[in-house]
């Protein structure tokens, strides 16, 4: 089994939940930004290292590294199964595999009715995961994204960290432009780095653009979620986040009383991934 407990959280499904927790659906908006109360010390600590490490000159190494998609080469379904090693033993609240766990997302946006790339996203959105495989550490892999190359927003959950971030002592990454253009467009922005972007990179030329959205986006929380960038986006970029809000419901509240199982939906979920991928792609 992969060893992910390489943190201060006991698993990256630590971070799943006390985002979950954040912004369940029935909380008062008084609420919203009462991050302590839920949180634990792991969860804390985590954030501590992600403000502190997540840098521009982080961000566009990570990008160059991994942009050229040389460190491996599968399907996506292989993905999937290698990405199951991934087990969380210590969640107490549940014991599905990574797969089921996808499929529960995949399963109920394919409930609602939506088009088969929509039901493909729910199933693929946490492949960027594999990073764990890279010796990436949780700060690189998990947790709420944001700008980088500009002043942090105050909605970014514990912003009080990016005290020791290395371009909060550079003048001009401290204004709310930065090193942006108003309404740049989100293509143009560098977010933190994690597993929504690697995703992105791998599956950019196969998935319609809203899916593309959803997945590069899904954890940027202060952007579609706080609307603390919007001097950021541009008009397609708001077209574009009502697709990464419709889908925001299924990947954090997706969890049904019955588990998938994954030998008989497997057929569906193949052909469903052979009309949009070859049959090896690039990570």
């Given at each position: 089994?992969?060893?992910?407990?390489?943190?201060?959280?006991?698993?990256?499904?630590?971070?799943?939940?006390?985002?979950?927790?954040?912004?369940?659906?029935?909380?008062?908006?008084?609420?919203?930004?009462?991050?302590?109360?839920?949180?634990?010390?792991?969860?804390?600590?985590f954030y501590r290292q992600n403000h502190a490490h997540q840098t521009l000159d982080f961000v566009l190494r990570k990008k160059a590294e991994y942009g050229?998609?040389?460190?491996?080469?599968?399907?996506?379904?292989?993905?999937?199964?290698?990405?199951?090693?991934?087990?969380?033993?210590?969640?107490?609240?549940?014991?599905?595999?990574?797969?089921?766990?996808?499929?529960?997302?995949?399963?109920?946006?394919?409930?609602?009715?939506?088009?088969?790339?929509?039901?493909l996203t729910g199933l693929i959105h946490d492949l960027g995961k594999m990073l764990c495989f890279e010796g990436e550490p949780q700060w690189a892999v998990?947790?709420?994204?944001?700008?980088?190359?500009?002043?942090?927003?105050?909605?970014?959950?514990?912003?009080?960290?990016?005290?020791?971030?290395?371009?909060?002592?550079?003048?001009?990454?401290?204004?709310?432009?930065?090193?942006?253009?108003?309404?740049?467009?989100?293509?143009?922005?560098?977010?933190?780095?994690?597993?929504?972007?690697?995703?992105?990179?791998?599956?950019?030329?196969?998935?319609?653009?809203?899916?593309?959205?959803?997945?590069?986006?899904?954890?940027?929380?202060?952007?579609?979620?706080?609307?603390?960038?919007?001097?950021?986006?541009?008009?397609?970029?708001?077209?574009?986040?009502?697709?990464?809000?419709?889908?925001?419901?299924?990947?954090?509240?997706?969890?049904?009383?019955?588990?998938?199982?994954?030998?008989?939906?497997?057929?569906?979920?193949?052909?469903?991934?052979?009309?949009?991928?070859?049959?090896?792609?690039?990570?």
């Amino acid at each position: 089994m992969q060893d992910v407990l390489n943190g201060p959280l006991e698993s990256l499904e630590q971070w799943d939940d006390f985002v979950k927790s954040r912004y369940r659906a029935d909380k008062e908006k008084d609420e919203f930004r009462n991050y302590r109360a839920g949180a634990n010390p792991g969860v804390e600590e985590f954030y501590r290292q992600n403000h502190a490490h997540q840098t521009l000159d982080f961000v566009l190494r990570k990008k160059a590294e991994y942009g050229l998609l040389k460190k491996n080469r599968m399907g996506v379904w292989d993905a999937l199964e290698h990405l199951n090693t991934l087990v969380d033993d210590s969640d107490p609240d549940t014991d599905l595999s990574q797969i089921e766990h996808a499929m529960q997302t995949s399963e109920a946006i394919r409930a609602d009715g939506h088009p088969r790339w929509f039901v493909l996203t729910g199933l693929i959105h946490d492949l960027g995961k594999m990073l764990c495989f890279e010796g990436e550490p949780q700060w690189a892999v998990v947790g709420d994204t944001f700008p980088v190359g500009c002043r942090h927003s105050d909605k970014i959950v514990y912003p009080e960290f990016f005290e020791a971030n290395a371009d909060s002592k550079v003048p001009k990454y401290q204004t709310e432009l930065g090193i942006y253009e108003p309404h740049c467009g989100m293509h143009d922005v560098h977010l933190s780095w994690g597993h929504d972007e690697y995703l992105y990179q791998v599956t950019k030329n196969f998935l319609p653009e809203e899916a593309l959205y959803m997945i590069r986006y899904h954890s940027f929380y202060p952007g579609h979620r706080e609307n603390a960038y919007d001097h950021l986006l541009n008009d397609h970029d708001r077209e574009m986040f009502s697709w990464v809000r419709k889908f925001n419901p299924y990947d954090l509240y997706s969890k049904a009383a019955s588990r998938p199982d994954p030998k008989t939906l497997k057929p569906y979920y193949t052909d469903l991934i052979a009309e949009y991928f070859p049959k090896e792609v690039n990570w």
